[in-house]
């Protein structure tokens, strides 16, 4: 896993620990350290700890005006045994609420497992509440990581599958990302 790094072609485009109104403002990566692990797994310096033992992020694009953010993330995101939901709502979620953003395109083919808690989908539900006509769209999940998701109703709250996991962002512009999305989660919320 640590030679899996953060998407770095937008860099010219937006870096979180250079921008004020970023949770990650001042935030400083090792360059040559590998500083964080999950489980025993040393994870490359470039991603950002959220203070979650098995989830960690990088926030590669963020637009306050058209107010939404790309985050790509890594991991296990384990709600049963770290509250991983609670921690990424609370510690960098309800930041970017308050700068504007309540749209979310988060990266998640680097999301290894995914275990629940009943209980947390509570935040999952909060969080959509907090948006106010925004949205959390989840792109390429693995198909096992879809179907536990699924499976315990968290797609009710985020809007995941069909052709949102198998997305090629890559290629494109942050904002032509971003208008591709919001365009299949309204065809999606319309029906």
């Excluded at 979650?52 to 637009?63: C, G, P, R, Y």
């Excluded at 009943?118 to 907090?130: G, I, P, R, T």
């Excluded at 948006?131 to 096992?144: F, P, Q």
């Amino acid at each position: 896993m640590h030679t899996l790094e953060p998407y770095f072609n937008w860099r010219n485009l937006y870096i979180a620990s250079e921008d004020p109104q970023s949770p990650f403002f001042g935030y400083q990566n090792s360059e040559v350290h590998f500083t964080d692990q999950i489980y025993n797994f040393l994870i490359h310096p470039q991603w950002d700890n959220i203070e979650s033992e098995t989830l960690f992020l990088k926030v590669i694009f963020a637009d306050y005006k058209d107010g939404f953010a790309v985050i790509e993330l890594i991991g296990e995101w384990n709600d049963l045994l770290h509250n991983d939901i609670m921690t990424l709502k609370r510690n960098i979620i309800e930041l970017m609420i308050e700068e504007g953003i309540n749209k979310y395109i988060l990266i998640c083919e680097n999301v290894f497992n995914f275990h629940t808690d009943l209980d947390a989908n509570d935040y999952y539900e909060e969080w959509q509440d907090e948006l106010e006509e925004g949205w959390i769209a989840v792109l390429n999940l693995r198909d096992h990581v879809l179907t536990e998701m699924s499976k315990y109703g968290i797609d009710q709250y985020l809007v995941m599958g069909g052709k949102l996991n198998d997305m090629s962002w890559r290629t494109r512009h942050p904002k032509q990302l971003f208008e591709k999305i919001d365009e299949l989660v309204m065809r999606r919320l319309s029906i």
